[in-house]
């Protein structure tokens, strides 16, 4: 699923299929459910019904000009259908990607955990949770699960949209598999984590299929204050004919106000613009975060990350690489660097993690040390374990070690050597500048320490100063000590850190910030951490993560990517911001075109309201009809950008307040004097009114 632009959502096929739906959508029960448009269904119907009845306004209304009215009206409803279908369309378009990626294949069925254990082909359909499968290369996962033995390489695209092939492995962070994905190489068994109708796939059909989304409460709400305010304008204009027919016989001269201005008159001046494009805005922005890869298990979630003003965000993989490097070596007293650099190499020959190929990389460039084999050698590994936390090789007699400087300082002292002032003051110093130390021995002998750090990543200071400036709190989270996390937050540029963190920790400052009522976001992808997770307003958990971050978040990001917790709070800044906007826009657009049709629907009453046409337009019945079709046509205009939202821009809220009111209130008084008058000088050169 990769990201739609604005013109492949309104592409040919979209236009069809959402033109049909636009049709389907005049049912008065799909009309009901949009109480402002309703209003214009009713006044559609009616204006309908006078086109039976000519003779009734004929007196008063050419019968053209009253075909003209009804057929505008119309369009408005299908033109708000429209857009709600181009969103749905969308919507429905990557379901049914995920659909075929969704099938009933064969499993292969293990009797226990074990390769060759009996096997039965089943229905994927038919498994149920705790069930062992075999996966092969070419095949695909059944269903969702756990990998319990093996290693394989699969391919996501699928789900993720990514076509590069990820390893998922036994144990780990990388253990958790999706069904509809499909291994490459090798083989794996998995524990199905789901029944049939459970799995992730499923959940993620059910969250992008816009027919199935509920109302956010701030759409809500905004549904409420535009209902208020359609009422309002339907009692004055229920109101204005009987002033008009008191007006005419006490005058005795001009004529009465007809019932389809009236109609044309309600329909200008209800919220239509923002009604119509409403139930876009929130299918469109669960859309967006569909397109970032994150599912969203409703619309409220997404809401929720547009208000969230305190960031929880774990520093590993998120704020820094995640994998330490080693980037100095700092020799003991009688030792030479090359030393060091000889004995540490060595110590790390046989290390496969990260950190101990960065020291033999480091050592390498920096002292040339090459084409050294463990074989040659003739060492053997001594792995890293918990309960000894050193690992290192042994040749022959001789024995190499690098670890945790207490334990490192421990095994030396064990072996009668002795650990110097000066190499413990080396350690907090490393400690200090928020680095990890490595201390190395040769047998009973320290030889120094190897600095590791933790590389905060490129840019991610300015994206937190972003969020500053947008009134959102960052704190770092980590199980480092507090001067290891003092000197990576200030590197980073968060606002504030939690050192030594354990869940209890963690789900205690949730709380705090909670009762100060913030919202609170967090993302994780362990066990220890679903407390947490349940009890913050947004919650994402990583697709790798264990089932159990899964449950408890209400996000779950397929690319496991921890920093996508900030473009999600983006995402959902942007549609709050894309609603205000036309919600500005609207509002103001209706100021407009009260000083277009009102002089123009109560002249022939009122003859002084003359003075008030200041666009100086054709002719009364010319203005009523070029504001019903303005009315009509700023919908389509707007839907691109209902669709895609505003250009997100990262500011304050008052700063915000400003731009819209600058750029959407102002613009929204400007574009109906210009385009009424267009409309109407257009009309005029046809010769129809």
């Not at 049709?23 to 086109?51: A, E």
Request: proline share 3%; net charge neutral.
């Amino acid at each position: 699923m990769q990201p739609s632009s604005a013109s492949s959502s309104l592409g040919s096929r979209f236009i069809l299929r959402a033109l049909v739906q636009s049709l389907l959508k005049l049912s008065p029960r799909v009309q009901w459910r949009n109480p402002v448009m309703f209003v214009v269904y009713i006044g559609s119907l009616l204006t309908s019904v006078l086109l039976l009845l000519p003779q009734a306004e004929q007196s008063a209304m050419p019968i053209g000009f009253t075909w003209a009215i009804t057929l505008w009206l119309w369009f408005t409803l299908l033109f708000a259908n429209f857009s709600e279908a181009l969103a749905e369309g969308r919507s429905q378009a990557q379901a049914a990607s995920l659909k075929n990626a969704r099938k009933n294949i064969s499993a292969k069925k293990l009797a226990s955990a074990s390769r060759h254990a009996a096997l039965t082909l089943v229905d994927s359909l038919s498994l149920r949770r705790g069930d062992l499968v075999l996966v092969e290369a070419g095949d695909s996962i059944p269903s969702d699960g756990e990998v319990i033995e093996g290693i394989a390489a699969v391919n996501e695209a699928a789900i993720t949209g990514e076509s590069a092939p990820v390893i998922r492995e036994a144990g780990g962070d990388f253990s958790a598999v999706t069904g509809g994905t499909q291994v490459l190489s090798d083989w794996i068994i998995m524990r199905v984590s789901a029944n049939a109708g459970e799995t992730f796939l499923d959940r993620m059909i059910a969250m992008v299929e816009g027919a199935k989304r509920q109302k956010t409460p701030n759409e809500m709400a905004l549904t409420i204050l535009l209902v208020a305010l359609t009422l309002i304008f339907l009692l004055v204009t229920a109101s204005l004919l009987p002033f008009s027919i008191f007006s005419v016989q006490a005058a005795g001269a001009g004529a009465p106000v007809s019932i389809l201005v009236l109609v044309a008159l309600l329909v200008c001046l209800i919220p239509t613009t923002i009604a119509g494009l409403l139930s876009a805005i929130g299918v469109a922005g669960m859309n967006r975060m569909m397109q970032a890869n994150v599912i969203a298990t409703s619309g409220r979630a997404v809401e929720a990350a547009g208000d969230v003003d305190v960031l929880l965000l774990d520093k590993t993989g998120t704020i820094t690489l995640g994998n330490r490097q080693a980037s100095a070596f700092f020799a003991a007293e009688g030792v030479d660097l090359a030393t060091l650099a000889d004995v540490a190499q060595l110590s790390s020959l046989a290390d496969e993690t990260p950190e101990g190929r960065s020291i033999v990389v480091f050592a390498k460039n920096e002292y040339g040390l090459r084409e050294r084999s463990m074989k040659k050698l003739g060492a053997v590994f001594v792995p890293f374990s918990a309960q000894t936390r050193m690992s290192g090789i042994d040749i022959g007699e001789r024995k190499i070690r690098k670890g945790a400087a207490s334990a490192i300082r421990a095994w030396v002292e064990s072996q009668g050597g002795a650990f110097s002032a000066q190499m413990a003051a080396s350690i907090d110093d490393i400690a200090r500048r928020g680095s990890t130390p490595l201390v190395v021995a040769d047998d009973a002998k320290v030889m120094g320490v190897i600095e590791l750090k933790d590389i905060v990543k490129g840019g991610i200071k300015e994206r937190f100063a972003a969020l500053r400036e947008m009134g959102i709190k960052t704190i770092m989270i980590t199980g480092d000590n507090r001067l290891t996390a003092a000197a990576i937050a200030a590197e980073a540029g968060v606002d504030d850190y939690l050192a030594e963190a354990t869940p209890e920790a963690k789900l205690a400052l949730i709380r705090q910030y909670q009762a100060q009522g913030r919202l609170v976001a967090m993302t994780g992808d362990g066990s220890n951490d679903a407390p947490a997770l349940a009890q913050a307003d947004v919650a994402v958990a990583m697709n790798t993560g264990t089932q159990a971050a899964k449950e408890a978040s209400n996000m779950v990001d397929l690319d496991s990517n921890p920093t996508k917790l900030i473009e999600i709070v983006e995402i959902g800044k942007q549609m709050l911001m894309t609603r205000g906007a036309l919600t500005t826009f609207s509002i103001a657009n209706d100021i407009a075109k009260f000083f277009a049709i009102i002089p123009a629907a109560f002249v022939s009453t009122y003859p002084q309201l003359g003075v008030l046409n200041v666009m100086q337009l054709s002719s009364p019945n010319a203005a009523i009809l070029s504001a019903v079709i303005f009315n009509a046509l700023v919908i389509v205009v707007l839907i691109p950008l209902a669709l895609d939202g505003v250009t997100y821009r990262a500011m304050g809220a008052a700063a915000l307040l400003r731009r819209n009111l600058l750029v959407y209130g102002l613009g929204g008084i400007i574009a109906p004097f210009v385009g009424i008058k267009l409309i109407d000088m257009f009309l005029q050169l046809l010769g129809l009114v």
